[in-house]
């Protein structure tokens, strides 16, 4: 019989992302992050490429990366509602990882298999920042894609981009549950 953990097992049951704009301070420490970086690089990765790398976004970077933001999406054309909420991602952030995709040339692997690697890289992340005990939520969003911010705000060579900002931090309060999939509707049993 396998070995069961239903410690873990009761956590993926009822894991709830915390909206990014409930989060405050405090945020977990250097030596904390390094350990959560650690469990989310714990990912299925074929040929063992680290298509992906990690940027921690920390409290004083913000207001910069705010401002580009909102400067970015006005650039995009979007509506003022929606560049103040893009500029408010960072502004009203304490602590933020960017999940940088970042490709490798392979003659046995695809891209996209590196692609859903990095997104691994993003739910794990988020997964080990909640069973931990802080808050945390994936977001992306046009500034995910954009190679302006990307290159001037985050230092991005022109073939990387973002596979998720996971955001950390503390929970001001416990959102409700959302509605969840139904299964059997999403779901083909192939049998012969």
Request: glycine content about 6%; charged content about 25%.
């Amino acid at each position: 019989m396998p070995e069961k953990h239903p410690e873990v097992l009761a956590f993926l049951a009822s894991r709830r992302s915390r909206p990014a704009k409930i989060l405050t301070g405090p945020v977990p420490e250097r030596a904390e992050i390094e350990q959560l970086l650690q469990m989310a690089a714990r990912t299925p990765d074929h040929k063992k490429l680290e298509p992906w790398r990690f940027i921690v976004l920390e409290k004083p970077a913000m207001p910069r990366l705010a401002e580009l933001a909102a400067k970015t999406a006005t650039k995009l054309g979007e509506p003022a509602e929606k560049i103040e909420k893009f500029r408010q991602q960072f502004a009203n952030a304490d602590l933020a990882v960017a999940v940088v995709f970042s490709p490798v040339n392979h003659p046995d692997v695809l891209e996209i298999e590196q692609v859903l690697s990095a997104g691994a890289v993003c739910l794990a992340l988020l997964n080990a920042s909640l069973a931990s005990g802080w808050g945390a939520n994936w977001l992306t969003g046009p500034m995910a894609r954009d190679a302006e911010f990307l290159q001037t705000g985050l230092g991005l060579e022109k073939q990387e981009y973002v596979a998720g900002f996971i955001h950390i931090g503390t929970a001001k309060s416990i959102p409700p549950d959302r509605p969840r999939p139904d299964i059997d509707a999403k779901t083909t049993w192939v049998t012969v």
